[in-house]
Every structure is written in structure tokens, then in C-alpha cells.
């Protein structure tokens, strides 16, 4: 069991960004959580919002929303948060709503990312503002304990879209309304809301509840990282044990996990790997799987 994680952390060393040997750091080492947010202030711009490829797939240096979401789920992994950061950052994303004019709702990114290396998924519909990555974000600031009035403008448009019973159209959105139900305050009323987007899991595109389906996705571990995370009892024991016993077999000869799409480089085909890498490890230590010795 222990060769599994060796192996994953010589992977992250030899290949890995900065920002997830940090997190690496912090999440198995007990190194303090200001080392994962020294390694994003290089990710940041004068306008508050992130850049730099924080999100690999996209190889542009401007302000992205999802490059903040990038970020804002790195402080939540660490257990840190910057206040002055990360409400800079949530003054990029009002500026960017009220811009869009869309109740608080951003979009992934903007068409200035036509003008950089991007993966081939990222097109035309990342340009619309919704619930992702807005769920997302909402989401991890109430996990940060970090109030904006964005925050609270974006939260209205996620309740509103998802009282209004449309369906959730693809897995990163339903993941992305999922975080936002995690950790909203309304507790009864985000429990109803996720069971009812449960009782459609089997028609989510992407969601690999049997991990033998081939093709790109995400499995139940993305929603339920660890045995105690709110939403493990939306999936069963088997579909969990599935998903880890392929995680376990999976790692690939030089210690990371491979990927299920194509980035644009190899440069972020590596930082892809670290990214999936360090998740991976965090999946199996958290149920067990392995126990990390140094």
C-alpha cells in the first residue's frame, strides 16, 4: 500500500507545479497553509482576478472566473484563506457580473482565450455565464467563510435556477450545483435539492458511476472526496469501492494518474498529471486505501 503513495509523491516532485508540491505539503506533511497561498499570488493580477494558466487547459495570462475557482478550491484543500485575495478576487467576479448583466452568474471564461493555446473543449459555450462556475464559486466561499456582496447576488441566481427544476446539462454542472448545496446555508432546502438531483445521476453525461465507461468524466469520488463529505450517501458502497479499486489500478508506472482528454501541450499534460495526481492520493488516504509513510 505504501508503494502507492511513494510513488504518487516522487511523481509530484519530479513533475508537479509549485502550487500542488504545496499543497502536497499541506495536506500530508502538516506544512502551514501560507505556502499554498505564496505559490498563488503568482497567479494573480492587478485586477484582482487570477491568470496564468492557473487552470492548464487554458494557456492564457489574463483574469479568468475559472482560474479564481482554481484558486478558491486550492485555499479550500489547504484549510487557508486570505481574506485581502480572495476578496480582490470576488470584486473581478462582480465587475464581471455586472458586466454580463445576469444576476450575479459569470462565465468560465471570456473570448480573449481564442487569442492563446486552449484545449479544443474550450469554445463558444464557456463563454456563458451559469451555474458553472457560479455554484462553484458561491460554494467555496461559504466554505471559506469569506462574505462579498457578489456572494450573495450569485447565491439568488443559483437558488433561482435551481428551483426552477431545468435540467442540470452536463457532470461539471451538477458537480458545480452540488458544491454550491454543500455548503449554503439553507440546510433542509440544499439536502431536498441534491436528493432530487440524485434521483437523475444515471441520465448525467460524464458522471462515470461504473468506471469501466469509456470516454471523459468524472466519478462519484469528485462529489464525495472523503467517507464523512455530505453527499457520499447520494452514492452507494459499491460505486465508491469501484471507483477507488480503479483509482488503485490505474497509477501509472512513474507514480502519477493519467488523464481522460487531450490539453493542449505537454507542459499542461504534466501539470494536468500533478493536478489529478495529488487528488488521487487525497482519494485514497481519506478511505483508507493507503497509508502515507515517509
Known sequence: MEDTFAAG???LLNQARLLERRLFATCFLGAPGSGVVEALRGYQNEDGGFGQALEPDTRCP????????TAFQALAAAGVV???????????LARTAAEANTKGAVPLAFPLIESFPRAAHWTEWTYEPALNPT???????????????WREQAAGYCWEV???GAPLEGVHTVLEALVF???????????????????HFGEVEGLLLDPATPGYGLSPLHFAPTPTSRWRKLFTGAQIAAALDNLQHTQQPDG?????????????????RGVVTLESLRFLVSYGRIVPEF
Open 9 to 11: 509523491d516522487r511523481f
Open 62 to 69: 489574463a483574469s479568468l472566473p475559472v482560474y479564481v475557482e
Open 82 to 92: 486570505d481574506r485581502p485575495m480572495v476578496l480582490s478576487a470576488c470584486d473581478f
Open 135 to 149: 455554484a462553484g464559486l458561491v460554494g467555496l466561499l461559504y466554505k471559506l467563510a469569506v462574505e462579498h456582496p
Open 162 to 164: 435551481l428551483d426552477s
Open 181 to 199: 448545496l454543500e455548503y449554503a446555508p439553507e440546510g433542509d432546502r440544499a439536502d431536498d435539492c441534491a436528493m432530487r438531483i440524485a434521483s
Open 256 to 272: 502519477g494518474w493519467p488523464l481522460n482528454w487531450d490539453p493542449p501541450s505537454e507542459a499542461a499534460a504534466l501539470e494536468w
